[in-house]
T-cell receptor
């Protein structure tokens, strides 16, 4: 599993509340990614990080922010959750051969 | 992702038949093309990949081909088995980001 853990694994939250998802890695990889997975859309990139305090936007970044204050942790925050952000969220790292390894995923429901 | 188109979205084959999934990409700078298999409720897992300096790569029943001129790459699964049933994603790596296709749901009928 490339030492990647996501928390929480499941969350139900109310519209308008902030939500933070955590991705933790144990193998010191430089690149980390947040994706969301929705039926018919595959995996869409939200934000990614190329080092501590270095982040950039992906395809679907509106309504999301990220932070990376330590190499091992990459946080995704939904500033004010909406029903359109109900999804499965996957964190990934870029491994030593250049491939992506994924965390177990977080199922988020916004009611 | 918008950079990668994947077809078909669903594919049903009889056990023992072959399955082919195709992807096209738009940016000629892309140089790495992995394929992922995702079983229901699980995370995507890498099954095979190809780099832009190679035209074909095989791993037992799975092969990937790459046509850089036409900007398309394909996954070939031979002698399909029921345990091959899953969703498959192609991806391209470009400027430090992975862009994924929309997925193909493969159903292998016993």
């Amino acid at each position: 599993d490339a030492g990647i853990t996501q928390s929480p694994r499941h969350k139900v939250t109310e519209t308008g509340t902030p939500v933070t998802l955590r991705c933790h890695q144990t193998e010191n990889h430089r690149y980390m990614y947040w994706y969301r997975q929705d039926p018919g859309h595959g995996l869409r990139l939200i934000h990614y990080s190329y080092g501590v305090k270095d982040t950039d936007k992906g395809e679907v970044s509106d309504g999301y922010s990220v932070s990376r204050s330590k190499t091992e942790d990459f946080l995704l925050t939904l500033e004010s959750a909406t029903s359109s952000q109900t999804s499965v969220y996957f964190c990934a790292i870029k491994g030593d051969r250049g491939e992506a390894f994924f965390g177990q995923g977080t199922r988020l429901t916004v009611v | 992702g918008e950079n990668v188109e994947q077809h078909p979205s669903t594919l049903s084959v009889q056990e023992g038949d072959s399955a082919v999934i195709k992807c096209t990409y738009s940016d000629s700078a892309s140089n790495y093309f992995p394929w992922y298999k995702q079983e229901l409720g699980k995370r995507p897992q890498l099954i095979i990949d190809i780099r832009s300096n190679v035209g074909e790569k095989k791993d037992q029943r799975i092969a990937v081909t790459l046509n850089k001129t036409a900007k398309h790459f394909s996954l070939h699964i031979t002698e399909t088995q029921p345990e091959d049933s899953a969703v498959y994603f192609c991806a391209e790596y470009n400027f430090n980001k992975f862009y994924f296709g929309s997925g193909t749901k493969l159903n292998v009928k016993p």
